[in-house]
């Protein structure tokens, strides 16, 4: 052995460490997505992680959730139970990505060890990092609760034994607004892999989750919001089980899930229960629950009150009339934006489509459109909105059909070209931008719609299983929208009809909540929202003391409309100053896109959650047992609990599918010549314009796929790859002369 070290060179040490540097940055690349199981190394339903030992692997943490939605009238309570599982012989800390409502206010996070719970309490971030860590290094059980996005938070739970099982408990509320005289409470159950754009420095950018891809200058939380996700078939089917109690305070009739099977045990007429009917799902795709109590002719406003030791909150529901109303006079320029990326494949991009060819059919005779499809860029049909006649809604048809979904999520671009400056303001402009949301960008393109939308409005119309809605809520309300959700292609008619209807029937606008007829009152969401036909506002408010009366006004078409509510007659409610806080946290975020200084916002925020008890992006909850468990001298093993891929998805379409077959290239490329000689054939055609300048600080790695830092790992290995043949090339020279 010692002779044979002897005899090596030095270019054959160099050559060594450049090809081993190759090889771990090769087989990082290859394993990026997802764990992946070697067969006969796992049991049913177990997935392996790899370990630092070649060839030995570990069956990562599962969680198994509870879910218990208390629906009462127009606010719901839900409770998450979610169980930590470790199946091995060794200490673990189980690190796990999931989903909540985002209007969702979190304000309780409970542990139970056997039959003990511990209380969490609720703590500026970092001071809750730093106890957590702390506990996990003494070897004591704890649980910290962390908001990545208000949609998004990551629940870590340390110190897990050997075949143990944790429970961590977490409780949020959520204001309930119908849509249509529908109500509807979602419970999300997946994160879909988000597309990250942006360059990365390792120098500068500090990398503080466990996620898989590396954090850029435009997601600089990256690592925290990109969870595995194995191929379909290696993943860990994370099982979920729901059950709603809903008692609105008046009868329920349509009860539906439309997603789901459920059972509905309507004994109780006042309170109906609903489960699952096989009594578990896979945690694949949202739960929606949906129900119907009574239809509005006119415009009305209901409220609910409450008075803690902070005030007194009021929640006022304000709903415009379902009932016909003129048609707008205005003339209108519609252009109609969609999400062609990789995480589209399949079901999604059928269902963007037939939304699509709907929204065609609605379009007057005086309006004015266009189309623009975007993934790695953005592709416009005309340069600019043409007018609706049969040669332009031919190609229309064309260039829908031949859409297809491959590619980045680059959805800045495409805001970009649709919200260009200088827009005309003879007309109603509104922009419909159709997506699954999958981008972990969000702040960026909210400013983004905020300071380019101008006169135009901003619809957003959620495709798929599981939609990132903080970005279809957020970019829609940036733009003074609305959001619609298409879960399924069965309901693209129905639910496109209803959207295009709200495009036309602007309901109640200039809207203003003062209080005794002269103050103006704390009330959120801030600015007040235009409200369109179906589509009603939960205001949250603070009330000064000694108030005795709400009034709520806005224009209905030329006509003002005036609410005025008693409060002497508001019902009574529950957990409405958290309500209240949550909303007002969201307005001081939106706020920071409009100009107040970040500093002034992260105080505001601060003290809010704190002052309220809620989770933020400032703080925490954290729980911990003040025994140890973990014996002295074992160590503790972080694991990321890996997610189910959302149902209809596409893994190779997201993770990097493989070169696509002659035929598949030769269609598109005959689709594109067709294309461009039917524009060429029409009079008021014009060549597609040049992609949309990209913005200041928006340079970005080219990355292929959504959520996927695959390209990046391509250009280290090569990197690797020539350095080691420069150096042994170099090496061998020197060694070789005399």
Request: aromatic share 6%.
């Amino acid at each position: 052995m010692l002779n044979s070290l002897r005899d090596l060179r030095p270019h054959h040490v160099a050559a060594a460490i450049c090809a081993a540097l190759l090889l771990i940055v090769a087989t990082h690349a290859r394993a990026a997505p997802g764990p992946l199981m070697r067969a006969g190394d796992a049991e049913s339903g177990m997935l392996l992680l790899r370990t630092e030992e070649p060839g030995k692997f570990l069956p990562a943490p599962t969680v198994a959730t509870d879910v218990e939605i208390t629906v009462s009238g127009v606010v719901a309570r839900t409770t998450v139970r979610q169980r930590f599982h470790n199946p091995t012989d060794q200490w673990v800390e189980g690190v796990y990505v999931f989903p909540l409502p985002e209007r969702g206010a979190v304000d309780t996070l409970r542990m139970q060890i056997g039959d003990r719970f511990i209380e969490g309490r609720i703590e500026e971030r970092q001071k809750a990092r730093q106890q957590y860590e702390q506990a996990m290094r003494e070897g004591k059980r704890a649980s910290l609760l962390e908001q990545e996005r208000p949609n998004l938070f990551t629940n870590s739970v340390a110190n897990i034994g050997p075949d143990e099982t944790v429970v961590v408990e977490i409780h949020y509320q959520e204001r309930l607004v119908p849509d249509d005289g529908r109500f509807a409470v979602r419970f999300p159950m997946v994160v879909a892999p988000r597309y990250i754009p942006g360059s990365t420095d390792i120098h500068t950018v500090g990398a503080t989750g466990t996620g898989l891809v590396l954090n850029t200058d435009r997601v600089p939380d990256a690592d925290r919001i990109t969870p595995p996700v194995p191929r379909p078939e290696n993943a860990p089917e994370n099982q979920v089980t729901v059950r709603v109690v809903l008692a609105p305070g008046m009868p329920a009739h349509g009860v539906e899930s439309p997603y789901h099977p459920v059972a509905i045990d309507a004994a109780d007429p006042d309170r109906l229960a609903i489960t699952l009917v096989e009594g578990e799902t896979i945690a694949n795709r949202d739960f929606v629950l949906r129900w119907r109590v009574g239809d509005q002719t006119a415009p009305v406003a209901t409220t609910l009150t409450e008075s803690t030791e902070q005030g007194r909150f009021a929640l006022v529901l304000v709903t415009p009339p379902v009932a016909p109303v003129p048609e707008t006079a205005l003339p209108r320029e519609v252009v109609f934006v969609i999400d062609t990326s990789g995480s589209m494949s399949g079901g999604s991009m059928d269902q963007a489509k037939a939304a699509l060819q709907v929204a065609m059919t609605d379009l007057g005779p005086d309006d004015r459109f266009n189309l623009i499809s975007f993934n790695n860029e953005p592709t416009a049909l005309f340069a600019d909105a043409r007018p609706v006649n049969q040669r332009t809604l031919d190609l229309a048809a064309r260039f829908i059909a031949g859409l297809d979904a491959e590619g980045g999520t680059e959805m800045a671009k495409a805001l970009l070209l649709a919200l260009p400056r200088g827009q005309a303001t003879d007309r109603l402009r509104q922009v419909v931008f159709i997506t699954d949301g999958a981008v972990g960008n969000e702040t960026e393109l909210f400013e983004l719609v905020e300071t380019r939308r101008q006169a135009s409005r901003v619809f957003t119309v959620g495709i798929g299983s599981a939609p990132n809605s903080h970005f279809m809520r957020g970019a829609a309300s940036a733009g003074r929208g609305t959001f619609t959700h298409i879960g399924e292609l069965a309901e693209v008619e129905a639910e496109m009809r209803r959207l295009l209807h709200k495009l036309k029937h602007p309901v109640l606008t200039d809207l203003a909540v003062t209080v005794d007829g002269e103050a103006p009152a704390e009330a959120f969401p801030w600015p007040l929202p235009d409200l369109y036909a179906g589509e009603p506002v939960a205001l949250a408010l603070r009330l000064p003391d000694g108030v005795s009366r709400i009034e709520v006004s806005g224009r209905h078409g030329d006509t003002p409309w005036r609410q005025e509510i008693a409060l002497a007659d508001a019902e009574a409610g529950q957990g409405l100053a958290r309500l209240w806080a949550r909303e007002r946290i969201a307005a001081l975020e939106a706020a920071r896109l409009t100009g107040m200084p970040g500093e002034s916002v992260d105080q505001a925020v601060l003290k809010t959650a704190l002052d309220y008890g809620l989770v933020s992006r400032l703080t925490s909850l954290v729980a911990i047992d003040v025994t140890p468990a973990r014996p002295d001298g074992t160590d503790v093993h972080s694991r990321n609990v890996p997610l189910d891929l959302p149902a209809g998805w596409n893994w190779d379409k997201v993770f990097g599918e493989p070169m696509a077959p002659p035929q598949r290239k030769a269609m598109r490329a005959t689709y594109r010549v067709q294309l461009a000689a039917t524009k060429a054939a029409l009079v008021d055609a014009e060549p597609k314009p040049a992609a949309a300048p990209t913005a200041p600080g928006q340079q970005a790695i080219a990355l292929p796929r959504t959520a996927t830092p695959a390209q990046l790992h391509q250009l280290a290995a090569l990197a690797a790859l020539l350095l080691a043949f420069g150096v042994w090339r170099w090496g061998r020279q020197r060694w070789t002369q005399p």
